[in-house]
């Protein structure tokens, strides 16, 4: 059962039911047990492509949205940001 969490968890594309059942040789209740046990734990999260039912790693949109805000909080975190652009009206450098 290891394997299977481990494989849906750390992949970047979401995976189906049927990749499971095929790639690790296992029954569909079996994939079923183990994705709706990752989904009791908050590990995984269900996606919905072209009237499917995909299943994707929440870690990996969250890290995507972690860097997209901490870049946005470095850009208004600029110092000085006033005094350049006083400066910049002023025509000085």
């Not at 079996?30 to 734990?41: D, G, H, I, Q, R």
């Not at 009237?51 to 949109?61: G, L």
């Amino acid at each position: 059962m290891e394997k299977v969490r481990d494989y849906i968890i750390k992949r970047k594309t979401p995976v189906s039911i049927q990749q499971v059942m095929h790639r690790f040789q296992v029954s569909q209740s079996y994939a079923y047990k183990v994705v709706n046990s990752l989904l009791s734990e908050g590990k995984i999260k269900r996606v919905t492509k072209h009237k499917r039912r995909f299943f994707q790693s929440n870690a990996t949109t969250d890290q995507r949205r972690r860097h997209k805000s901490s870049w946005a909080k470095v850009l208004f975190q600029l110092p000085d940001l006033e005094e350049i652009r006083s400066r910049l009206a002023n025509g000085k450098k």
